[in-house]
């Protein structure tokens, strides 16, 4: 997402999902100057999701 209002070399990226067993909505977010690939973020949302969320 490109925004004006951040600084040049921030990032900010989101990963939105639902687990319809909880009826539970869970986002996860990046945003700063570290750099976090989409496959990076996908694994990271697959682990939490393994991990009960």
């Given at each position: 997402?490109?925004?004006?209002?951040?600084?040049?070399?921030?990032?900010?990226h989101?990963?939105?999902?639902?687990?319809?067993?909880?009826?539970?909505?869970?986002?996860?977010t990046?945003?700063?100057?570290?750099?976090?690939?989409?496959?990076?973020?996908?694994?990271?949302?697959?682990?939490?999701?393994?991990?009960?969320?």
């Open positions: 997402m490109d925004r004006p209002d951040i600084k040049p070399g921030f990032s900010y989101y990963l939105n999902w639902y687990n319809e067993a909880q009826d539970a909505y869970y986002t996860l990046t945003h700063g100057d570290r750099i976090l690939t989409k496959e990076q973020l996908l694994k990271l949302a697959g682990e939490l999701m393994k991990g009960g969320l």
